[in-house]
């Protein structure tokens, strides 16, 4: 069965920057709430949707809804808008990029910078800074400031589109977990569950795990798993050892990353559910980087049984984000029987 675009499409395209969730929040709660019990917003605004089991021991599926973004720090006496990072950017990602500044309405502008015909030698030799780069609304200072204040969230634009048997957008990372965390609960809607299940979609990972850290500590899970994409270096130039994963060759269980060593029973019990189903999967270990997987982990009394299902993507972090559709189902598949299966496993340390 094809996954539906369309819904992934709205959730890629709907702004929600860390610390600024309000938007993509609502467009959550109103797909969720009928699939399952329960809807709670923690303080944070963590949203929980929770499905009831046979047994009260609680299971935590981290997805964060936050995506990288920006934020306005100062306009200055032409217009122009600097902005601080919300997130981990590559600079010279940010050349020739369309931002929206998210202020009393949504305002259009693009990424400006010196340009390389006025560049001295050195200059051009540089790396790029995020400091180099302002934001040019085509406005005056005194029509900038009718709409834009310090403080003002900024997203990028993108729409998704399809590439062969890919999908393309800005924000991949991590809506498209968003996207697996819903349609796995849709498609668990009418079965029975053996352990109460927290679909928790989180705020603020891209600038520290922090809405996870906090549900975690709230929910007190006894299993955990995290939902995001991972590393595909599966292009021009690299080699065998660098890819960490490729497009098409399945989901991704994570064995670790740089916050995270999964438990080895939870990665046992997630191939065994991989292969038992036909569901193709590929091993995943990142070196750098970290997820909601640490928060659920290891922030509650006594830590979680956790591991993690990672969507190989390309071209992380920048607005064309690729991802497999088969890849996308096969993780929707993994989460939906793992969660189905929690019951049937030894969980003894051996």
């Known amino acids: 069965m094809p996954i539906n675009v369309s819904l992934l499409k709205e959730i890629c395209e709907t702004a929600g920057a860390p610390g600024y969730e ?47 973004g920006f934020i306005v720090t100062h306009i200055d006496d032409n217009g122009f808008v600097r902005f601080h990072t919300l997130g981990g950017f590559d600079p010279k990602t940010l050349t020739a990029q369309r931002v929206i500044i998210h202020g009393k309405k949504d305002v259009m502008g693009v990424m ?20 180099d780069y302002f934001i040019d609304l085509g406005l005056s200072k005194e029509e900038v400031e009718k ?28 809506r498209v977990s968003v996207f697996i965390l819903i349609e796995t609960l849709r498609s668990l809607k009418d079965k029975e569950v053996p352990y109460d299940i927290y679909g928790v979609f989180t705020v603020q990972e891209e600038v520290g795990i922090r809405g996870a850290n906090v549900s975690s500590m709230d929910i007190q899970p006894y299993f955990g798993f995290g939902l995001d994409t991972t590393i595909a270096y599966d292009v021009p130039g690299a080699q065998a050892h660098e890819k960490i994963t490729s497009l098409g060759m399945g989901t991704a269980i994570k064995i670790m990353d740089a916050s995270t060593i999964s438990d080895y029973r939870m990665v046992e019990f997630m191939k065994q559910t991989a292969n038992k189903h036909n569901i193709k999967w590929q091993a995943e270990i990142l070196t750098a980087g970290g ?23 390309r071209h992380l972090h920048q607005v064309i984000e690729m991802a497999d559709k088969s890849d996308i189902k096969a993780s929707i598949d993994l989460l939906e029987n793992c969660l ?6 030894d969980w003894s340390f051996s």
Do not use: W
């Open 340 to 345: 189905l299966d929690l019951d049937k496993f």
């Open 147 to 174: 709409l834009v204040e310090i403080g003002n969230p900024i997203t990028r634009a993108g729409e998704l589109i399809e590439m062969g048997n890919c999908v393309n957008c800005k924000s991949i990372d991590n």
């Open 291 to 313: 997820t909601d997987t640490a928060g659920i982990q290891r922030m509650n009394d006594g830590g979680a049984i956790s591991g993690a299902v990672s969507i190989p993507t």
């Open 22 to 68: 309000q938007r993509i929040r609502q467009y959550i709660i109103n797909e969720v709430s009928p699939l399952v019990d329960e809807i709670k917003i923690n303080n944070m605004g963590n949203v929980y949707a929770i499905k009831k089991g046979k047994n009260p021991k609680r299971v935590m599926v981290g997805a964060h809804m936050d995506e990288i």
């Open 112 to 131: 400006g910078a010196k340009p390389i015909h006025v560049m001295t030698t050195e200059e051009r030799a540089k790396n790029p800074k995020t400091t």
